[in-house]
């Protein structure tokens, strides 16, 4: 099985409930994850096999409160108690998405997360699971293994993308004024920039992957 982390474009809103005996929660709500479409890896979710997983997540940790997130992925499928930022109050279908709740809790990462929101910064949510994929076609099809650990909180979802707006721009502290090199991170970032959004996230993982094996070739 191989750890799955979907990011999810859709905006989540952010709501200021009072506690009692004074003070205030702030929740934030949405979509925290979704069925059928392809999404920005090119993975596809059937109903039936999220439905499978939701409905476990939410009997065995939703409902017993134990079901908390970390600020940022961590690097493997178990939630480190350490970096918890929020606990996932409500997750229930709507169609094809499913929608959720969650508590920022005062913790260290949690405290940052109230931060970031009261400061105006807008985060998303990161479904990460466990599970097999079958290719069909063009798409990857989770298959119905998947097990779902947690949904995150996140900002930059992805390695590529922190390529596309990091490395890209400073070609010339990676190469060293190297012409045919520089030349080659030229066309990475045009074919990044032409490509369609659908296509989006597959073409940056692509040329992230080429960027890897020219370092290894210098």
């Known amino acids: 099985m191989k750890l799955i982390a979907e990011y999810l474009d ?3 809103n952010v709501i200021t409930e009072a506690k009692e005996g004074g003070g205030k929660d702030h929740f934030i709500e949405g979509i925290f994850a979704q069925a059928e479409g392809k999404n920005r890896n090119g993975r596809i979710y059937e109903k039936a096999i999220m439905e499978k997983a939701v409905d476990k997540y939410v009997n065995e940790q939703v409902s017993q409160n134990r079901a908390v997130g970390e600020l940022n992925h961590p690097d493997g499928p178990t939630v480190n108690l350490d970096k918890v930022s929020h606990r996932i109050t409500e997750m229930k279908w709507n169609g094809n998405n ?3 709740k ?3 809790l005062d913790t260290p990462n949690g405290k940052i997360v109230k931060g970031l929101l009261d400061g105006g910064v807008q985060l998303g949510v990161s479904t990460r699971g466990m599970g097999t ?4 076609g063009n798409a990857m099809y989770v298959k119905d293994d998947f097990i779902l650990n947690t949904v995150d909180i996140v900002q930059d979802p992805s390695a590529p993308e922190a390529f596309v707006n990091g490395i890209m721009e400073g070609v010339e502290w990676v190469w060293n004024n190297g012409v045919i090199e520089a030349r080659e991170i030229e066309r990475m970032e045009t074919e990044i920039k032409k490509a369609p959004r659908p296509d989006l996230y597959e073409t940056q ?4 992957k080429n960027f890897l094996s020219l370092l290894k070739n210098k």
């Open 133 to 136: 994929l079958e290719q069909r």
């Open 98 to 100: 499913v929608m959720g």
């Open 10 to 12: 859709n905006e989540i």
């Open 205 to 208: 993982v692509r040329e992230f």
């Open 102 to 104: 969650a508590l920022i």
